[in-house]
T-cell receptor, first 113, second 115 residues
């Protein structure tokens, strides 16, 4: 089945540690995105990538880093510089210029204590 | 920069009733797309309906329809014959037609359908 997978579903880390969230898609989509969702708020864009080996900052990129070495994969690293990392993180993908619909993964709930 | 506002944090209706969720947006763009996404308790984001700004006809998808008022920058979602499975958070979202495909979301409306 085609789709987007995010792992793990729940992730716990100690403050000061970097953590990497996985996002994989087998939809052959060119573009991939990372969003953050906080309670009572909508999604906010962290980073996006429209093509392999290229990515751009979104609205809240500080404290995060990404890579796009393969078309299928767009991992997100939450660094110790992110002041409030506890949140729900959603990955999405789309065809790119030819289609505007974004498909979302199931999300990862990150808790940092 | 674009902004999306949903003024109803929570709504509640009885099963089979019709409910309308409000959304307004602010943009200087003339060409763009508007979306309604549903997020049930599973937290999976599901596209409900989309509207191209250049189309005057309002989009419909089965029980879901929109009222798109471009001049007023308003984009409301109407759910007819509501069902228990419609219980979810609903997000309105905006995307420019040209350039990077960045979605800008509203704060969401929590909709509860009561039996």
């Amino acid at each position: 089945d085609g789709g987007i997978t995010q792992s793990p579903k729940y992730l716990f880390r100690k403050e000061g540690q970097n953590v990497t969230l996985s996002c994989e898609q087998n939809l052959n989509h060119d573009a991939m995105y990372w969003y953050r969702q906080d309670p009572g708020q909508g999604l906010r864009l962290i980073y996006y990538s429209q093509i392999v080996n290229d990515f751009q900052k979104g609205d809240i990129a500080e404290g995060y880093s990404v890579s796009r070495e393969k078309k299928e994969s767009f991992p997100l690293t939450v660094t110790s510089a992110q002041k409030n990392p506890t949140a729900f993180y959603l990955c999405a993908s789309s065809m790119g210029d030819s289609s505007y619909e974004q498909y979302f993964g199931p999300g990862t709930r990150l808790t940092v204590t | 920069a674009q902004t999306v506002t949903q003024s109803q944090p929570e709504m509640s209706v009885q099963e089979a009733e019709t409910v309308t969720l409000s959304c307004t947006y602010d943009t200087s763009e003339n060409n763009y797309y508007l979306f309604w996404y549903k997020q049930p308790p599973s937290r999976q984001m599901i596209l409900v309906i989309r509207q191209e700004a250049y189309k005057q006809q309002n989009a419909t998808e089965n029980r879901f329809s929109v009222n798109f008022q471009k001049a007023a920058k308003s984009f409301s979602l109407k759910i007819s014959d509501s069902q228990l499975g419609d219980t979810a958070m609903y997000f309105c979202a905006f995307m420019k037609q040209w350039g990077a495909q960045k979605l800008v979301f509203g704060q969401g409306t929590r909709l509860t359908i009561n039996p």
